[in-house]
Nanobody
Framework: QVQLVESGGGLVQPGGSLRLSCAAS????????MGWFRQAPGKEREFVAG????????NYADSVKGRFTISRDNVKNTVYLQMNSLKPEDTAVYYC???????????????????WGQGTQATVSS
């Protein structure tokens, strides 16, 4: 089992920044690829960004490329999502997720992940 706890959400104006954190506990963190997803009201949960177990590879949804950066610290057992140039359409509950089923690929669908955090709300509004 892996337990994931997100933090760092809040209210920010358009153009502002937030840094989300996801702290992991349980099994060996660096065996897991990590992902960030988000879910807006009335919409399906969607992939935002992912990082491989050793941070050697990342991928991003087209909607956030160039604005968001995913990173991880395998000593602190934490994955981060730096969100810059935020837009109102980025408003959502953000979830982190973990999987150790893939050695190369970074899954971009919810079915690719086995463990989920409880989510943190990020609201972009003036």
């Amino acid at each position: 089992q892996v337990q994931l706890v997100e933090s760092g959400g809040g209210l920010v104006q358009p153009g502002g920044s937030l840094r989300l954190s996801c702290a992991a506990s349980g099994r060996t963190f660096n065996n897991y690829a990590m992902g960030w997803f988000r879910q807006a009201p009335g919409k399906e949960r969607e992939f935002v960004a992912g990082v491989s177990w050793n941070a050697g590879r990342t991928n991003y949804a087209d909607s956030v490329k160039g604005r968001f950066t995913i990173s991880r610290d395998n000593v602190k057992n934490t994955v981060y999502l730096q969100m810059n140039s935020l837009k109102p359409e980025d408003t959502a509950v953000y979830y982190c997720a973990a999987t150790n089923r893939f050695t190369v690929a970074i899954p971009t669908t919810t079915r690719g992940y086995d463990y989920w955090g409880q989510g943190t709300q990020a609201t972009v509004s003036s």
